[in-house]
């Protein structure tokens, strides 16, 4: 099945405690991109990826990290979490920048 | 600044019909995008538009005017399931980047 997975997909931590939250799709597609969802604020984009070894910011870069070493996975790091880091998150990928998006399932981040 | 403007909320009748318009201030432009959210789920795509006018897929429709900054989503023949958040991004030009308005929240009433 096409899919896009993320693990974990809740997750309570506290201050400073360095977390990564796995993505991996199984379509190929070349764009992947990081989101966080906040009540009010809507989807607000943290980096994408081109293609392997490409990763660029989004709009709220800060205190996020972003790796693609492989097509298929795009882990998001956060090295020092705070609590304003507290939201839910969303991987997407696309077979290319102009295609539509498929989305994760949601990854629930509380940090204490 | 980059905005994109959608109303919060909109409430519609079983069977009826219910226009949800979109207004984006972004630096260039390279494509509009719907999405539905169910609560709790993630967002699936429903339109793409890039050049101005309309496209139909069933049900729903989707009107670009880019001189205008404009998009709306048509909802035709409304079902329950339907109740869902429907979120408005804009693909901005010369970077690879989505901008997402904060969506609408549509409530169908029996």
């Known amino acids: 099945e096409a899919q896009v997975t993320q693990n974990p997909r809740y997750l309570i931590t506290v201050t400073g405690k360095k977390l990564t939250v796995t993505c991996s799709q199984n379509m190929n597609h070349e764009y992947m991109s990081w989101y966080r969802q906040d009540p009010g604020l809507g989807l607000r984009q943290i980096y994408y990826s081109m293609n392997v070894e490409v990763t660029d910011k989004g709009d709220v870069p800060e205190g996020y990290k972003v790796s693609r070493k492989e097509k298929r996975n795009f882990p998001l790091i956060l090295e020092s979490p705070s609590p304003n880091q507290t939201s839910l998150y969303f991987c997407?990928?696309?077979?290319?920048?102009?295609?539509?998006?498929?989305f994760g399932p949601g990854t629930r981040l509380t940090v204490l | 600044g980059q905005n994109i403007d959608q109303p919060t909320e909109m409430t519609a009748t079983e069977g009826a019909i219910v226009q949800i318009n979109c207004t984006y201030q972004t630096s260039g432009f390279n494509g509009l995008f719907w999405y539905q959210q169910h609560a709790g789920e993630a967002p699936t795509f429903l339109s793409y538009n890039v050049l101005d006018g309309l496209e139909e897929k069933g049900r729903f429709s989707s009107f670009l005017s880019r001189s205008k900054g404009y998009s709306y989503l048509l909802l035709k023949e409304l079902q329950m399931k339907d109740s869902a958040s429907y979120l408005c991004?804009?693909?901005?030009?010369?970077?690879?980047?989505?901008?997402f308005g904060t969506g609408t929240r549509l409530k169908v009433l029996a």
């Open positions: 991004a804009v693909r901005t030009s010369g970077t690879y980047k989505y901008i």
């Open positions: 997407a990928s696309s077979l290319g920048e102009t295609n539509e998006q498929f």
